[in-house]
């Protein structure tokens, strides 16, 4: 699907937006910057965290394969995954920087085992 920049990214999905809250973490792997494409998903946020797991590229079940970052940072690593980060708990997000965009509900993200 190409990317249609006339409507925010939950507008386009039908989806609830959810925008992080301030000073939370997410997981980014920051290994990976720089590769293509970008994956995005969320899972529910607790105290400290809003759920968001990105990464570029491949990924890996290496136990520091993320790292933790604030979300107000994300504009200095991946400001393209910014317009993102408002979608629920539950949505997924796969973007290669060329226009391609692909965001889903994943039911599975809001009950991992």
Known sequence: MCIANQQTVCERFNAEPLAPVAGSKLGIALSTLGKSPIHGLR???TETTNGWYIWCGEISAASDFFAPLHV???S???P???EYL???PGYRFLIDGSNYEDVWFDEALLNPS
């Open 43 to 45: 899972q529910a946020p």
């Open 72 to 74: 107000e940072h994300m």
């Open 76 to 78: 200095e690593y991946l």
């Open 80 to 82: 393209e995954a910014l």
């Open 86 to 88: 408002e979608l629920p």
